[in-house]
């Protein structure tokens, strides 16, 4: 009698998603990895200015920054939604709360984010002009509210330094959770995107400034952040270089693959180095102070966050 055999073959390489590489996020998540960082920068920014009680010194950073806080975290998030494939999935992260994933707890601090940035935001919309001469001053809920804020002011810097550290380094946690992706599998991604949006958030307050004395001061304060950020970057690949072959093969992305241009010349030149040395010279007086300097700083960080998701989704161990 003529036996028949079956083989059964089993593959996983089938999704074109999947197979060559793990290339499932566009540009939704960079752009949300940068508004939470630049968010987290701005919250820092502003409650230092209170807790230092700068606030005469530094008006853009007192009264205009708080009250981007919280629109631009929902721009991040809206684009973090246009990414998600099943939208009303989201609320099953406040049906339950798990220490040990960096999107279960990531998502309660975006919410108390909310909470804690909404209120400080509202109080600095209520000593504006505008607020003032309109008619919401007579509603009592919102006069309630803005006289809350105001009496807290000192305890919700409090709360926002501490979220807005937690936020800026989760925006790395997230991406260096994913054990399987060498190019983000380091300990060093929490601080390098907790330092870069902190460098972001002051960017901007520079950028919006008009009082020089204020300007003046955020310059030398990013002057510390481009140096720390340009360190923890050098560190970073160097722990790639020496974590095997997976990481050689990572790292070699931005060390003669395809993102060496993007990554060396937009992100560490123009991003860092180029906004270093304008910020050098406008200290001694070799130039007066540009808006060139901050543009460049916001563009380094937006380049950064794109390099680090796309870049990561080429990289696997044994890939």
């Not at 083989?7 to 999704?15: G, H, M, S, Y």
């Not at 070799?286 to 390099?307: D, I, K, Q, Y």
Request: net charge positive.
């Amino acid at each position: 009698m003529q036996q028949l055999e079956v083989v059964e073959f089993t593959t996983t390489r089938a999704n074109h998603l999947v197979d060559p590489g793990l290339q499932i996020w566009g540009w939704e998540v960079p752009v949300y990895l940068f508004l939470g960082g630049l968010v987290a920068g701005l919250l820092i920014l502003h409650s230092l200015v209170v807790l230092l009680r700068k606030e005469q010194d530094m008006p853009a950073s007192y009264g205009i920054v708080p009250m981007l806080a919280v629109p631009l975290l929902g721009l991040g998030l809206g684009a973090l939604f246009l990414d998600l494939e099943y939208k009303l999935h989201v609320l099953q992260f406040y049906t339950a709360f798990r220490l040990g994933s960096p999107m279960s707890w990531g998502s309660w601090v975006l919410l108390l984010v909310f909470f804690t940035g909404g209120l400080s935001g509202f109080s600095a919309l209520t000593r504006t002009s505008w607020y003032r001469g309109s008619v919401l001053p007579k509603a009592r809920r919102l006069q309630r509210l803005a006289d809350f804020a105001g009496r807290r002011r000192r305890g919700l810097a409090k709360l926002n330094l501490a979220l807005g550290m937690v936020l800026g380094i989760y925006t790395g946690v997230l991406l260096s959770s994913f054990a399987a992706r060498p190019f983000w599998n380091s300990a060093l991604l929490g601080p390098l995107c907790l330092v870069s949006g902190a460098s972001a958030g002051i960017a901007l307050a520079a950028l919006l400034s008009r009082a020089p004395e204020e300007r003046h001061l955020l310059v030398r304060l990013d002057l510390v952040l481009l140096l720390v950020e340009a360190v923890i970057v050098v560190l970073w690949l160097l722990g790639m270089s020496n974590a095997g072959d997976a990481g050689r093969d990572a790292v070699a992305l931005v060390l003669g693959g395809s993102y060496t241009a993007v990554f060396w010349l937009l992100f560490f030149t123009v991003g860092l180095i180029v906004p270093f040395f304008l910020e050098i010279m406008s200290l001694r007086r070799r130039w007066s102070e540009t808006l060139v300097a901050p543009a460049l700083v916001l563009l380094g960080g937006v380049v950064l966050r794109f390099v680090l998701v796309d870049a990561g989704q080429l990289s696997a161990v044994g890939g």
